[in-house]
């Protein structure tokens, strides 16, 4: 079945620093994928997708790109800031007319000042 | 926000009690969904509705059954819970080719 991996976290930062946290899946066909992200005390909040092949998906700063070779979907930015503490979900899409999501476990990022 | 309620918030309940949690929404979103979020496992799928009344399981559906009698609300039933069922719970909706936006979650402790 469908399924994504993420690296363990927690991961702690200095503020400014660069951030990956990688992601990488196994499914069938060809899925959406997507990068989650939950404050402290809150739900899920959608942080960006990508829906085919090669397709970067990119908002507040971070990016990630669809890789088909390797199948992954590693997140980045460039200088991380207090704020972005949070933890981060990779997720994707079971393509069978639903949307229902597959999930990764979850990273953990704290960025100190 | 796509106005998503979820109630109760928090629960404390007994083993072996039957619990009812609530999810309404007001975006008229075809599909809602229930997940659960344990540590090291990130967020799994319960069940999810399709439409009024249409509604298939997820990959953890045992010990849960769901309803959906109004296309705003979706009720998550745990028939008889049990300590494993302590989580935090969460609710989502979309439309067939949009993003999930999910409610604010309801943690769970079964004592």
């Known amino acids: 079945g469908n399924s994504v991996t993420q690296m363990e976290g927690p991961v702690t930062l200095s503020e400014e620093a660069f951030l990956t946290i990688n992601c990488t899946y196994t499914a069938t066909g060809y899925p959406s994928l997507f990068w989650y992200v939950q404050y402290p005390g809150e739900g899920l909040q959608l942080l960006l997708k990508?829906?085919?092949?090669?397709d970067k998906g990119s908002n507040k700063g971070f990016e990630a790109t669809y890789r088909k070779e390797t199948t992954s979907f590693h997140l980045e930015k460039g200088s991380v800031q207090v704020s972005d503490s949070a933890v981060y979900f990779c997720?994707?899409?079971?393509?069978?007319?639903?949307?229902?999501?597959?999930f990764g476990q979850g990273t953990r990022l704290t960025i100190n000042p | 926000d796509a106005g998503i309620t979820q109630s109760p918030r928090h629960k404390v309940t007994e083993t072996g009690t039957p619990v009812t949690l609530r999810c309404h929404q007001t975006?008229?979103?075809?599909?809602m969904y229930w997940y659960r979020q344990d540590p090291g496992h990130g967020l799994r799928l319960i069940h999810y509705s399709y439409g009024v009344k249409d509604t298939d399981k997820g990959e953890v559906s045992d010990g849960y059954s769901v309803s959906r009698s109004k296309t705003e609300d979706f009720l998550l039933t745990l028939e008889s819970a049990t300590s494993s069922q302590t989580s935090v719970y969460f609710c989502?909706?979309?439309?067939?080719?949009?993003?999930?936006?999910f409610g604010q979650g309801t943690r769970l402790t079964v004592v």
């Open positions: 997720a994707l899409s079971d393509l069978e007319g639903a949307q229902k999501l597959v």
């Open positions: 989502a909706t979309g439309q067939l080719n949009t993003e999930a936006f």
């Open positions: 990508a829906t085919k092949a090669d």
């Open positions: 975006e008229n979103h075809r599909y």
